[in-house]
């Protein structure tokens, strides 16, 4: 299945280049293509406390024979993934309920990684999202509003779960009330994702995941674990997320784009 606004967004943002043009860097012509996922790795994937660990067996090799394979196992939100609305919806859309366009979204980035530094359990509010508006313009309707916390420069250590003694995730995130505004005003009215560099659009403290709660409804999303972000403009580009589409899948491990225009 092709989404046509997708395939239209796309056609936009190349300009109507030439085909020697188009067939420039990645095929793209002038939008850049930067990849926001982590490598999958078993010595430096975090994993989310109580998931299935990561793991990956050579099954073939080419000596022996003559093609080289690995068996993978992990579960559906392992690394870089992005969740659908089933994964904390009873009955909500699952993965191959979805739409190609769920899956392709303009993007904006807000930067937390100072506030964040200062205070892991940190909260993104309204006003911080307003404030962000006032300097950058509205946040598109259908947006994968996405948060650069700093976190990913983490991966693969302790430090990224950051657990207390208790066992208690100290992760930055969204608080319940920006993520019903965002709702409420129509910027995730239908369609769109909270995305973030952490295991969760929710703060790792707030175990009764309201935020993944109310964001997962209609064919909305999540996009965690994401990499990257340095690269990613605040305002101005759009997300792919890719991965296989599982039969009734809470969502997938993925391989999530940025697709950059010129400046």
Do not use: C, Y
């Given at each position: 299945?092709?989404?046509?606004?997708?395939?239209?967004?796309?056609?936009?943002?190349?300009?109507?280049?030439?085909?020697?043009?188009?067939?420039?860097?990645?095929?793209?012509?002038?939008?850049?293509?930067?990849?926001?996922?982590?490598?999958?790795?078993?010595?430096?994937?975090?994993?989310?406390?109580?998931?299935?660990?990561?793991?990956?067996?050579?099954?073939t090799t080419i000596p022996q024979d003559g093609f080289y394979m690995q068996y993978?196992?992990?579960?559906?939100?392992?690394?870089?993934?992005?969740?659908?609305?089933?994964?904390?919806?009873?009955?909500?859309?699952?993965?191959?309920?979805?739409?190609?366009?769920?899956?392709?979204?303009?993007?904006?980035?807000?930067?937390?990684?100072?506030?964040?530094?200062?205070d892991p359990d940190y909260g993104v509010t309204v006003d911080d999202l307003r404030r962000f508006e006032r300097r950058h313009g509205r946040i598109p309707s259908g947006a994968a509003v996405i948060l650069w916390t700093g976190w990913e420069d983490k991966w693969g250590t302790p430090a990224y779960p950051n657990l207390d003694n208790e066992g208690v995730i100290h992760q930055p995130g969204f608080t319940i009330e920006a993520a019903q505004w965002l709702i409420d005003t129509g910027r995730l009215a239908t369609r769109g994702a909270l995305g973030t560099d952490t295991f969760s659009p929710d703060r790792g403290v707030d175990t009764d995941f309201a935020v993944s709660v109310a964001l997962y409804q209609e064919h909305r999303i999540s996009l965690e674990n994401l990499a990257n972000l340095a690269a990613l403009p605040v305002t101005g580009a759009w997300v792919l997320a890719g991965g296989p589409i599982h039969k009734a899948g809470s969502g997938s491990t993925a391989t999530i784009f940025a697709f950059i225009p010129p400046h």
């Open positions: 299945m092709v989404s046509t606004a997708a395939a239209g967004v796309l056609g936009a943002m190349v300009g109507g280049a030439a085909p020697a043009e188009a067939a420039g860097k990645h095929g793209l012509g002038a939008l850049t293509l930067v990849n926001l996922s982590h490598v999958n790795d078993p010595a430096t994937t975090s994993v989310f406390p109580g998931d299935p660990e990561f793991r990956l067996t050579v099954m993978v196992e992990e579960g559906e939100h392992t690394g870089t993934h992005w969740g659908a609305p089933g994964h904390f919806q009873e009955g909500g859309l699952l993965a191959d309920d979805l739409d190609p366009g769920d899956l392709f979204l303009p993007a904006v980035k807000v930067d937390i990684r100072r506030k964040a530094a200062a």
